[in-house]
Nanobody, 122 residues
Protein backbone atom coordinates (compact mmCIF):
# COMPACT_ATOMS: atom_id res chain seq x y z
CA UNK A 1 0.00 0.00 0.00
CA UNK A 2 1.43 3.35 -1.07
CA UNK A 3 0.71 6.48 0.92
CA UNK A 4 0.95 9.84 -0.81
CA UNK A 5 1.03 13.15 1.02
CA UNK A 6 0.92 16.46 -0.83
CA UNK A 7 2.12 19.81 0.48
CA UNK A 8 2.79 23.31 -0.79
CA UNK A 9 -0.63 24.57 -1.78
CA UNK A 10 -1.92 28.00 -0.85
CA UNK A 11 -3.22 31.34 -2.03
CA UNK A 12 -1.29 33.32 -4.61
CA UNK A 13 -1.97 36.25 -6.91
CA UNK A 14 -2.21 35.79 -10.64
CA UNK A 15 1.26 35.70 -12.15
CA UNK A 16 2.76 34.23 -9.01
CA UNK A 17 4.36 30.86 -8.33
CA UNK A 18 3.87 27.87 -6.07
CA UNK A 19 5.73 24.62 -5.65
CA UNK A 20 3.83 21.46 -4.75
CA UNK A 21 5.49 18.38 -3.35
CA UNK A 22 4.30 14.82 -2.93
CA UNK A 23 6.00 12.31 -0.66
CA UNK A 24 5.44 8.62 -1.29
CA UNK A 25 5.87 6.03 1.42
CA UNK A 26 5.13 2.39 1.84
CA UNK A 27 6.98 -0.84 1.90
CA UNK A 28 9.15 -1.21 -1.19
CA UNK A 29 7.69 1.79 -2.99
CA UNK A 30 7.83 1.27 -6.71
CA UNK A 31 5.95 3.03 -9.46
CA UNK A 32 6.65 3.38 -13.17
CA UNK A 33 5.43 6.97 -13.08
CA UNK A 34 3.83 9.60 -10.89
CA UNK A 35 1.41 12.27 -11.85
CA UNK A 36 -0.46 15.37 -10.80
CA UNK A 37 -4.13 15.91 -11.46
CA UNK A 38 -6.44 18.74 -10.43
CA UNK A 39 -10.12 19.17 -9.77
CA UNK A 40 -11.93 22.47 -9.64
CA UNK A 41 -15.39 22.83 -8.05
CA UNK A 42 -18.08 21.48 -10.34
CA UNK A 43 -15.57 20.16 -12.86
CA UNK A 44 -14.13 16.77 -13.69
CA UNK A 45 -10.69 15.79 -12.50
CA UNK A 46 -8.12 16.61 -15.18
CA UNK A 47 -4.56 15.59 -15.93
CA UNK A 48 -1.85 18.18 -15.25
CA UNK A 49 1.55 16.50 -15.56
CA UNK A 50 3.35 13.18 -15.15
CA UNK A 51 6.92 11.93 -14.96
CA UNK A 52 8.38 8.47 -15.46
CA UNK A 53 10.32 7.17 -12.50
CA UNK A 54 13.17 5.77 -14.62
CA UNK A 55 14.50 8.22 -17.15
CA UNK A 56 12.39 11.19 -16.11
CA UNK A 57 10.26 11.44 -19.23
CA UNK A 58 7.58 14.11 -18.73
CA UNK A 59 4.08 14.73 -20.01
CA UNK A 60 2.04 17.93 -19.65
CA UNK A 61 -1.48 19.09 -20.32
CA UNK A 62 -1.56 21.75 -23.03
CA UNK A 63 -3.00 24.23 -20.56
CA UNK A 64 0.12 24.16 -18.37
CA UNK A 65 2.92 23.63 -20.89
CA UNK A 66 5.63 26.24 -20.52
CA UNK A 67 4.36 27.28 -17.08
CA UNK A 68 4.53 24.12 -14.94
CA UNK A 69 7.50 21.79 -14.45
CA UNK A 70 7.28 18.32 -12.91
CA UNK A 71 10.30 16.63 -11.40
CA UNK A 72 11.08 13.61 -9.24
CA UNK A 73 13.69 12.65 -6.67
CA UNK A 74 14.11 8.91 -6.74
CA UNK A 75 16.32 8.95 -3.65
CA UNK A 76 13.60 10.57 -1.55
CA UNK A 77 10.55 9.12 -3.33
CA UNK A 78 9.16 12.57 -3.96
CA UNK A 79 7.64 14.32 -6.95
CA UNK A 80 7.30 18.07 -7.26
CA UNK A 81 5.32 20.45 -9.41
CA UNK A 82 6.75 23.93 -9.93
CA UNK A 83 3.93 26.21 -11.04
CA UNK A 84 4.80 29.60 -12.53
CA UNK A 85 2.70 32.33 -14.15
CA UNK A 86 -0.34 31.07 -12.31
CA UNK A 87 -3.79 32.05 -13.56
CA UNK A 88 -7.16 32.15 -11.80
CA UNK A 89 -8.23 29.16 -13.92
CA UNK A 90 -5.48 27.11 -12.25
CA UNK A 91 -7.47 27.24 -9.01
CA UNK A 92 -8.25 23.68 -7.95
CA UNK A 93 -7.40 20.88 -5.56
CA UNK A 94 -4.20 19.30 -6.82
CA UNK A 95 -3.79 15.57 -6.30
CA UNK A 96 -0.70 13.42 -6.54
CA UNK A 97 -1.03 9.93 -8.01
CA UNK A 98 1.20 6.87 -8.27
CA UNK A 99 1.32 3.46 -9.90
CA UNK A 100 -0.53 3.91 -13.19
CA UNK A 101 -1.94 0.75 -14.74
CA UNK A 102 -2.33 2.29 -18.19
CA UNK A 103 -1.87 5.67 -19.76
CA UNK A 104 -0.14 8.13 -17.44
CA UNK A 105 -2.35 10.98 -18.69
CA UNK A 106 -5.56 9.23 -17.66
CA UNK A 107 -6.92 8.28 -14.26
CA UNK A 108 -5.39 4.80 -14.30
CA UNK A 109 -3.37 5.35 -11.15
CA UNK A 110 -4.02 3.04 -8.21
CA UNK A 111 -2.80 5.33 -5.42
CA UNK A 112 -3.96 8.89 -4.77
CA UNK A 113 -3.17 11.56 -2.23
CA UNK A 114 -5.77 13.63 -0.40
CA UNK A 115 -4.98 16.75 -2.37
CA UNK A 116 -3.80 20.26 -1.64
CA UNK A 117 -5.74 23.43 -2.43
CA UNK A 118 -4.29 25.97 -4.84
CA UNK A 119 -6.14 29.27 -5.13
CA UNK A 120 -5.09 31.95 -7.60
CA UNK A 121 -6.66 35.37 -7.15
CA UNK A 122 -7.10 37.83 -9.99
Amino acid sequence: QVQLVESGGGLVQAGGSLRLSCAASGRSFSSPAMGWFRQAPGKDREFVAAVSWVGGTTWYADSVKGRFTISRDTTKNTVSLQMNSLRPEDTAVYLCAADPRGSVVLETYTSWGQGTQVTVSS
